[in-house]
T-cell receptor, first 114, second 112 residues
Framework: DTGVSQNPRHKITKRGQNVTFRCDPI?????LYWYRQTLGQGPEFLTY????????KSRLLSDRFSAERPKGSFSTLEIQRTEQGDSAMYLC????????????FGSGTRLTVV | SQQGEEDPQALSIQEGENATMNCSYK?????LQWYRQNSGRGLVHLIL?????REKHSGRLRVTLDTSKKSSSLLITASRAADTASYFC????????????FGTGTQLKVEL
């Protein structure tokens, strides 16, 4: 297992198009998190899963955003009708369930909406 | 929303010097963590300190936590050029799921 994998690394899309990102967590990690980071800021929480259950969603996650984690393995984050304000780095992280552990982050997907 | 604020926002030091970054937060926490981020990359977990701990060491890193002041500090001793990165503190709340709330970060530059 080589860590958390995110695809694609970069995505350029036209305003109004839909985009989907994929995250493959560390296999034994039951928790999976999505964050968004804009230039010069810290990551902002979007949503998290424990196994296949989506347990919390930030109010940042508008109706245009949806995330899934079928079968509790990989996860996808879809943005519909993209806007220029969606341009950011989208980060995925995973962690163990029991106790308190640090996150393992992927390298992120950089989205540019033109 | 950002929970923590790091201070300073930017820090430039010479190789071999120590670097100290501070983090303040607003609400009760279960734990506080520090992460490093190299330009354009994902974050790397450095160290975790629980709310009932006051100090923790890992290699050249020393973290302190003062829950009464809602603040933490990260000390990097004998800095190296490879330590150049952004450093973020992140707080884990008392609710479930260990959701982390990140601060705004300190940009550290270590010059040769």
């Amino acid at each position: 297992d080589t860590g958390v994998s995110q695809n694609p690394r970069h995505k350029i899309t036209k305003r109004g198009q839909n985009v989907t990102f994929r995250c493959d967590p560390i296999s034994e990690h039951n928790r999976l998190y999505w964050y968004r980071q804009t230039l010069g800021q810290g990551p902002e929480f979007l949503t998290y899963f424990q196994n296949e259950a989506q347990l919390e969603k930030s109010r940042l996650l508008s109706d245009r955003f949806s995330a899934e984690r079928p079968k509790g393995s990989f996860s996808t984050l879809e943005i519909q009708r993209t806007e220029q304000g969606d341009s950011a780095m989208y980060l995925c992280a995973s962690s163990l369930t029991q106790g308190t552990y640090g996150y393992t982050f992927g390298s992120g997907t950089r989205l540019t909406v033109v | 929303s950002q929970q923590g604020e790091e201070d300073p926002q930017a820090l430039s030091i010479q190789e071999g010097e120590n670097a100290t970054m501070n983090c303040s937060y607003k609400t009760s926490i279960n734990n506080l963590q520090w992460y490093r981020q190299n330009s354009g990359r994902g974050l790397v977990h450095l160290i975790l300190i629980r709310s009932n701990e006051r100090e923790k060491h890992s290699g050249r890193l020393r973290v302190t936590l003062d829950t009464s002041k809602k603040s933490s500090s990260l000390l990097i001793t004998a800095s190296r050029a490879a330590d150049t990165a952004s450093y973020f503190c992140a707080t884990g709340g008392t609710g479930g799921g260990n959701k982390l709330t990140f601060g705004t970060g300190t940009q550290l530059k270590v010059e040769l």
